[in-house]
């Protein structure tokens, strides 16, 4: 069974940069895979923030996509994301997740990112 | 790009039947049949309850069900149950290439 880790600061002061990594356990990292970074606000809904094919194609979300990098490192089976010039908007729990085909299937037990000085 | 549309919330009792839309456009739930549906609980993940409009994972139980017209996704739970009080969130991928979530629709079970 795939698992997924992600992992973060926690705490970001406005205007820094959110650096959050998905460690996947080794036997998932393999084939033709996508995966995706989700967030979901304190009370509110989930966003699509993000996917990256294992060959390193990458969409983003046109109202994030100038901020948000999202990359993978197959040697260290990692998915990373980074959103520059935060505010508290921003504060959410992040997921990662893996596709399977044009749903996200598995995913993370999520990371509590706080935006906050 | 704007997040599809749900009701805010549903409720029914025990053993009815709730329906819940997810309204979009011709750019993402109209374009293909890659619609999802996502049960969240407080804390937890959401996990995976239908993908391609009306196809469940296996250990989803049947009275999950998905169904799509036009630009409109809906989701029926079926004998509604304690436990099926959730968070339920649709999903489309869309012709940009990107996937946009539904507003999300909170359900109660009365």
């Known amino acids: 069974q795939v698992q997924l880790q992600e992992s973060g600061p926690g705490l970001v002061e406005p205007s820094g940069t959110l650096s959050l990594n998905c460690d996947v356990s080794?036997?998932?990292?393999?084939?033709?895979?996508?995966w995706s970074w989700v967030r979901r606000p304190p009370g509110k809904g989930l966003e699509w923030i993000a996917e990256?094919?294992?060959?390193?194609?990458?969409h983003y979300n046109p109202t994030l996509w100038s901020r948000v990098t999202i990359s993978v490192d197959r040697a260290d089976k990692q998915v990373s994301l980074s959103l520059s010039s935060v505010t508290a908007a921003d504060t959410a729990v992040y997921y990662c997740?893996?596709?399977?085909?044009?749903?996200?299937?598995?995913w993370g037990p999520g990371t509590m990112v706080t935006v906050s000085s | 790009q704007s997040a599809l549309t749900q009701p805010a919330s549903a409720s029914g009792s025990p053993g009815q039947s709730i329906t819940i839309s997810c309204t979009g456009t011709y750019n993402d739930v109209g374009a293909y049949n890659r619609v999802t549906w996502y049960q969240v609980f407080p804390g937890k993940a959401p996990k995976l309850l239908i993908y391609d409009v009306d196809n469940r994972p296996a250990g989803i139980s049947v009275r999950f069900s998905g169904s799509k017209s036009a630009s409109t996704a809906s989701l029926t739970i079926s004998g509604l149950q304690t436990e099926d009080e959730a968070d339920y969130y649709c999903n489309s991928y869309t012709t940009s290439n990107t996937y946009v979530f539904g507003t999300g629709t909170h359900v109660t079970v009365l």
């Open positions: 997740a893996k596709h399977r085909a044009f749903t996200f299937e598995v």
């Open positions: 080794a036997d998932s990292f393999i084939g033709d895979q996508w």
């Open positions: 990256i094919h294992h060959g390193g194609t990458a």
